[in-house]
T-cell receptor, first 117, second 111 residues
Framework: EAGVVQSPRYKIIEKKQPVAFWCNPI?????LYWYLQNLGQGPELLIR??????VDDSQLPKDRFSAERLKGVDSTLKIQPAELGDSAVYLC?????WGTGNTGELFFGEGSRLTVL | KQEVTQIPAALSVPEGENLVLNCSFT??????LQWFRQDPGKGLTSLLL?????REQTSGRLNASLDKSSGRSTLYIAASQPGDSATYLC??????????FGKGTMLLVSP
């Protein structure tokens, strides 16, 4: 069974340029997460989807970040314009909803490493 | 707001030692706790998940315990090997399906 797939793995851009990251979750997982991880830190939640609905986007900087999950499967995270401080690893994860027999275990992709020059 | 702390931040041991990594959380109203491993430049790999009603989980040389009332979990690694070198992250699921991570413990096992 395929795991969570993310692309691109690495991206280097100039500041003020746009960038987009793509995530394909594990088949059947209705919950999808985007996390931001800075060097030496634990991941921090940016946005959580249940199917197509963004149920928690309180930590997403909405002035420059946007995300979508069309048809409740793949998701795209966009940054426009990128700033120097956006350099980090962007992680996507998926899970089944906790409860009703599910543990809520999260499975992560390899991440997309962004460098803004 | 849930806060997760991991101690120590870094640990260096010789091969063969048994070791314990610690995780504490401030809000005991959790659904579950997960331990992850992260290799440099890689994503997170789930190691063990303990439901709030459980006290421990075991997988091979790994054993994770949970004391929800005191807000603590430990990850025990038996007979450590150089291949165990990685960063170990603890995360708790609480609130409205919010997963909160600690900063991790960086482990180095030397041959």
């Amino acid at each position: 069974e395929a795991g969570v797939v993310q692309s691109p793995r690495y991206k280097i851009i100039e500041k003020k340029q746009p960038v987009a990251f793509w995530c394909n979750p594990i088949s059947g997982h209705n919950t999808l997460y985007w996390y931001l991880q800075n060097l030496g830190q634990g991941p921090e939640l940016l946005i959580r989807y249940e199917n197509e609905e963004a149920v928690d986007d309180s930590q997403l900087p909405k002035d420059r970040f946007s995300a979508e999950r069309l048809k409740g499967v793949d998701s795209t995270l966009k940054i426009q314009p990128a700033e120097l401080g956006d350099s980090a690893v962007y992680l996507c994860a998926s899970s089944l909803d906790w409860g009703t027999g599910n543990t809520g275990e999260l499975f992560f992709g390899e991440g997309s490493r962004l460098t803004v020059l | 707001k849930q806060e997760v702390t991991q101690i120590p931040a870094a640990l260096s041991v010789p091969e063969g030692e048994n070791l314990v990594l610690n995780c504490s959380f401030t809000d005991s109203a959790i659904y579950n706790l997960q331990w992850f491993r992260q290799d440099p430049g890689k994503g997170l790999t789930s190691l063990l998940l303990i439901q709030s009603s459980q006290r421990e989980q075991t997988s091979g040389r790994l054993n994770a315990s949970l004391d929800k009332s005191s807000g603590r979990s430990t990850l025990y690694i038996a007979a450590s090997q150089p291949g165990d070198s990685a960063t170990y992250l603890c995360a708790v699921l609480s609130g409205y399906s919010t997963l909160t991570f600690g900063k991790g413990t960086m482990l180095l096992v030397s041959p």
